[in-house]
C-alpha cells in the first residue's frame, strides 16, 4: 500500500493509527529529574521507552546519534553522516516516512523533525501532534521493553542548510527579529537583548495539540507577519523546534525559521555578553 503524508508537518494520533504499518516511528523522549539545587537535569530517554512507548517504535536518542558527540553542550546537531548513521540503525530508508513523537510536551520530537527537515531537507518526517499522550488517549495501545529489531536503512541526508546559527552570529545579528521559546517565567529571568517571548507551551491547547489559533494570535500580538525571518532560540534547542514545530503548522515557512543551536547554554557561556531581565518595554 502506498500512502502519502499530510501537508501539516503534525500528523494526528488517527491518522496515525490508521497508517501505523506504513511508517516508521521515532520515539525521542528524553528523562527529566529535579537535582538538590533544584534545578531540573535531564538524560536518555531508554528507561522511559523501555517502560513505555507506541507499538513497533524505535528509540532515537538525544543523548546518543541524534546530537553531536562532541558538543559543548546538550543537544548539539550531529553532521549528516552521524545522523544518517543514527536513522539507518533505526530501519530507515530514503523513502521511508517518519514520525517522531516524546513522552513530555512534544518539543524533543520536534528537535528531531526540525533537523530532519529544516536543517536537512528531508521532508518525509511528521510528528504526532499531542505525543504519547495523545496516543495514550485516543487509542491505548502501547508496548513495553526493547524495539523490535529492524533492517539496517539506507537513507543518506545530504549537506546540511544554512539554518542553524553560532553565538558569533547572534553576536552580530542585526537583521533577524530574536524570538525566544522559552516559557514566560524563565524569559524573565534571563534572556538575549531585544528578544521577543513566544513560550511554545502556550501555543498548545489543553489536550497538548498545537492551536493554530493561539499561535496566529501570538504572532499578531508580536507584531510578526509571515514570511519575515526569524531567529528563534531558548534554553538548549529544544523549546525553540516546538515553537518552529508550531509555527509551520500555522502555516509559516520553515526554510524562515533559523535557529541558534547553543541557545542561551552558549550565551551564558560568557558572562561578558550582555543580558536583559524581566519583560519587554514597547516605546
Request: hydrophobic letters at 40%; charged letters at 15%.
Amino acid at each position: 500500500m502506498s500512502i502519502s503524508l499530510p501537508s501539516s508537518p503534525v500528523v494526528s494520533a488517527q491518522w496515525l493509527a490508521e497508517h501505523l504499518q506504513h511508517v516508521v516511528m521515532l520515539d525521542c523522549s528524553v528523562a527529566r529529574s529535579a537535582e538538590s539545587n533544584g534545578k531540573t537535569a535531564f538524560s536518555s530517554g531508554y528507561d522511559t521507552f523501555l517502560q513505555q512507548h507506541l507499538p513497533n517504535a524505535q528509540f532515537a536518542d538525544l543523548f546518543g546519534g541524534f546530537s553531536a558527540p562532541q558538543g559543548r553542550f546538550p543537544f548539539t546537531a550531529p553532521d549528516a553522516r552521524r545522523l544518517s548513521e543514527a536513522l539507518r540503525l533505526l530501519g530507515v530508508n530514503q523513502h521511508s516516512l517518519i514520525v517522531t513523537y516524546d513522552q513530555l510536551n512534544g518539543a524533543y520530537a520536534a528537535r528531531v523533525w526540525y533537523l530532519l527537515a529544516g536543517v536537512y531537507g528531508w521532508c518525509n518526517v511528521r510528528v504526532l501532534d499531542g505525543g504519547y499522550a495523545r496516543w495514550v488517549e485516543t487509542q491505548g495501545t502501547i508496548e513495553t521493553g526493547p524495539a523490535h529489531s529492524v533492517d539496517y536503512g539506507d537513507i543518506q541526508l545530504d549537506a546540511a542548510r544554512p539554518l542553524l546559527r553560532t553565538t558569533e552570529q547572534v553576536e552580530q545579528n542585526t537583521q533577524h527579529p530574536l524570538v525566544c521559546a522559552l516559557r514566560r517565567e524563565l524569559f524573565l529571568q534571563a534572556h538575549i537583548p531585544g528578544s521577543i517571548n513566544l513560550p511554545y507551551p502556550e501555543l498548545l491547547n489543553s489536550d497538548g495539540l498545537i492551536d493554530t489559533l493561539r499561535v496566529a494570535e501570538a504572532l499578531r500580538d508580536a507584531g510578526i507577519t509571515s514570511p519575515q525571518e526569524l531567529l528563534l532560540y531558548c534554553g538548549g534547542g529544544i523549546n525553540a523546534a516546538g515553537l518552529a514545530l508550531a509555527l509551520v503548522t500555522a502555516g509559516y515557512p520553515i526554510d524562515a525559521l533559523l535557529l541558534y543551536d547553543d541557545s542561551l547554554n552558549g550565551w551564558l557561556s560568557d558572562n561578558h555578553r550582555p543580558i536583559a531581565t524581566g519583560p519587554v518595554i514597547h516605546t
